[in-house]
């Protein structure tokens, strides 16, 4: 028996082998490669989604080309009109034929009209989840459901509830006045804006009742009423006296309530408050009765007079103006100018020495000329009187 000394290999992926590492390397990737598919997947993907259709039927987990599904209106829509197409079919290129939206929204009915109100379409139409506002006139309460939905009713659409009504407002009889009555008075139910009007009764003294605040009140609904209800007493104000004044309007013997007095104070008197008073609910005069008040006299302008025996009133003096003309001697000038002349101005002084100064020369001139012309005249005659003698 031989023995071969021939040296044998280990296997690749054996853990003596010198390839083991590598031999894991090449598994792994090929676990991880090996599920990919080689070329695209040969199928449409999930059929599209629309706003007014839905898929009829159970959609399928996979769609060969050539494959056809349908849609349906979803609910609270209804088929256009005229009908669009609603099938789809998956194409060779693996996508689906385009669709347009076959199917539009229903409509609730027409609601009914609103009496003593409005109905007021929010969105302009009465398609599925479209609303209505309801509005009352004035005067008039909402009773029911304001605001109205279009919404499914079953396989239909309507609406989420009853139109509401419109009620007028009303108003329990106003209350009742001591001396006085309203001019309504075996009513019992006042509907809104009616008027009621109060006066007063005859009364049984000397003096009337007046009727004190508003004499008309208004239903404003829901039991109020425009204001309080008026009084009715007897309201009388005193004589108004006004020292040193007289009444100049509203004369009287008697003033009962709103009665009006003007004043006036006699001459050298001023007034002192307020000319116009009227009598008040509270029988007092609303303003208070002015005064007159005695003018003060102005403030004198005689010097004061010495009280000792024989003596003068002091006079105020001022120094005699000097007149300063060349040529003449210095005059006093008695007469004083007003104090109160206004000084003149830089212009009209200006303008005065011009024209003083023009004059100034224009007489020189002229006495220059007199001057000139008389001279030569007495030569002229001296000059003949010499001839006159030569010839004797």
Same mark, same amino acid.
């Given at each position: 028996?031989?023995?071969s000394?021939a040296?044998?290999?280990?296997?690749?992926?054996?853990?003596?082998?010198h390839?083991?590492?590598w031999?894991s390397?090449?598994?792994l990737?090929?676990a991880?490669?090996?599920p990919?598919?080689?070329?695209?997947?040969?199928?449409c993907?999930?059929?599209?989604?629309?706003?007014?259709?839905?898929?009829?039927?159970?959609?399928?987990?996979?769609?060969?080309?050539?494959?056809?599904?349908?849609?349906?209106?979803?609910?609270?829509?209804?088929?256009?009109?005229?009908?669009?197409?609603?099938?789809?079919?998956?194409?060779?290129?693996?996508?689906?034929?385009?669709?347009?939206?076959?199917?539009?929204?229903?409509?609730?009915?027409?609601?009914?009209?609103?009496?003593?109100?409005?109905?007021q379409?929010?969105?302009?139409?009465?398609?599925f989840?479209s609303?209505?506002?309801?509005?009352?006139?004035?005067?008039? &309460?909402?009773?029911?459901?304001?605001?109205?939905?279009?919404?499914?009713?079953?396989? &239909?659409?309507?609406?989420?509830?009853n139109?509401?009504?419109c009620?007028?407002?009303?108003?329990?009889p106003?209350?009742?006045?001591?001396?006085?009555?309203h001019?309504?008075?075996?009513q019992?139910?006042?509907r809104?804006?009616?008027?009621v009007?109060?006066?007063?009764d005859?009364?049984?003294?000397?003096?009337?009742?007046?009727?004190?605040?508003?004499?008309k009140?208004?239903?404003?609904?829901?039991?109020?009423?425009?204001?309080?209800?008026?009084?009715?007493?007897?309201v009388?104000?005193e004589?108004p006296?006004?020292?040193?004044?007289?009444?100049?309007?509203?004369?009287?013997?008697?003033?009962?309530?709103?009665?009006?007095?003007?004043?006036e104070?006699?001459?050298?008197?001023y007034?002192?408050?307020?000319?116009?008073?009227?009598?008040?609910? &509270?029988?007092?005069?609303?303003?208070?009765?002015?005064?007159?008040i005695?003018?003060?006299?102005?403030?004198?302008?005689?010097?004061?007079v010495?009280?000792?025996?024989?003596s003068?009133?002091?006079?105020?003096?001022?120094?005699?103006?000097?007149s300063?003309s060349?040529?003449h001697?210095?005059?006093?000038?008695?007469?004083?100018?007003?104090?109160?002349?206004?000084?003149?101005?830089?212009?009209?002084?200006?303008?005065?020495v011009?024209?003083?100064?023009?004059?100034?020369?224009?007489?020189?001139?002229?006495?220059?000329?007199?001057?000139?012309?008389?001279?030569?005249?007495?030569a002229e005659?001296s000059?003949?009187?010499?001839?006159?003698?030569?010839?004797?």
């Open positions: 028996m031989t023995a000394c040296r044998r290999w280990a296997p690749l992926c054996r853990p003596e082998s390839f083991s590492s031999c390397v090449g598994i990737l090929g991880l490669v090996l990919l598919p080689v070329s695209p997947s040969d199928a993907g999930d059929p599209l989604r629309y706003e007014s259709m839905k898929l009829k039927g159970v959609a399928q987990p996979r769609y060969s080309p050539g494959a056809t599904i349908e849609y349906e209106c979803r609910l609270g829509y209804k088929l256009k009109r005229p009908p669009l197409p609603t099938s789809a079919r998956c194409q060779a290129d693996n996508t689906w034929t385009p669709l347009q939206e076959a199917c539009t929204r229903k409509l609730c009915q027409h609601p009914k009209d609103l009496v003593d109100g409005a109905v379409y929010v969105n302009g139409t009465l398609e989840g609303q209505v506002h309801y509005v009352c006139n004035e005067g008039y &309460n909402l009773i029911g459901t304001k605001i109205l939905y279009c919404e499914l009713d079953g396989e &239909n659409v309507n609406w989420s509830d139109p509401p009504l009620q007028v407002m009303l108003c329990r106003p209350p009742k006045i001591q001396n006085g009555k001019s309504k008075s075996d019992e139910e006042f809104y804006s009616e008027v009007i109060y006066s007063c005859p009364s049984n003294g000397p003096d009337e009742y007046s009727l004190v605040g508003e004499s009140l208004v239903c404003s609904g829901n039991d109020v009423w425009s204001s309080k209800p008026p009084e009715c007493k007897v009388k104000c004589y006296v006004l020292e040193n004044g007289r009444i100049v309007s509203g004369f009287g013997s008697k003033f009962y309530y709103k009665a009006m007095v003007v004043f104070c006699v001459p050298g008197f007034l002192s408050g307020n000319n116009t008073i009227v009598c008040g609910a &509270n029988s007092t005069w609303e303003p208070v009765i002015p005064k007159c005695k003018e003060s006299p102005p403030p004198s302008t005689t010097p004061p010495s009280s000792t025996s024989g003068k009133p002091a006079v105020t003096t001022k120094p005699p103006r000097v300063s060349p040529g001697p210095g005059t006093t000038d008695e007469s004083q100018p007003p104090e109160d002349v206004a000084p003149l101005g830089g212009g009209i002084i200006a303008l005065i011009i024209v003083t100064l023009v004059g100034a020369g224009i007489v020189a001139a002229g006495l220059f000329e007199f001057l000139h012309t008389r001279k030569k005249r007495k005659v000059a003949t009187y010499s001839t006159y003698q030569r010839r004797d």
